[in-house]
């Protein structure tokens, strides 16, 4: 059974930083890319990052690029969001997302199972 367990939201002032964390069991983490995204109230999920199987290719939705960084350890089949520079159009819940494949990009409908979720509020 797949499981993540995500961790790290919370209330920052703009400007600030917060990193995410979604520790991953149940299968073969190294075999699977993972992705990040999120919603904000009344929005659909929107795709923020994502990373291959081996971190080795990632990619970045335009609003974060620059600010956000996404990693993985395989060790600890954890993927990261590290999220710098917040601002108050970041605020949403934030979900963790393990791939059907070992880079799946973009697309929400690549991707098989779904962390929790977790509030990430910035204020201004």
């Known amino acids: 059974q797949v499981r993540l367990v995500q961790s790290g939201g919370g209330l920052v002032q703009a400007g600030g930083s917060l990193k995410l964390s979604c520790p991953a069991s149940?299968?073969?983490?190294?075999?699977?890319?993972m992705g990040w995204f999120r919603q904000a109230p009344g929005a659909g999920r929107e795709f923020v990052a994502s990373i291959s199987s081996n971190g080795g290719g990632t990619r970045y939705a335009g609003a974060v690029k620059g600010r956000f960084t996404i990693s993985r350890d395989n060790a600890k089949n954890t993927v990261y969001l590290q999220m710098n520079s917040l601002r108050p159009e970041d605020t949403a819940v934030y979900y963790c997302?393990?791939?059907?494949?070992?880079?799946?990009?973009?697309?929400?409908?690549?991707?098989?199972?779904w962390g929790q979720g977790t509030q990430v509020t910035v204020s201004s």
């Open positions: 149940g299968l073969t983490f190294s075999n699977y890319g």
């Open positions: 997302a393990v791939g059907i494949t070992g880079y799946s990009g973009a697309n929400a409908n690549n991707y098989f199972h």
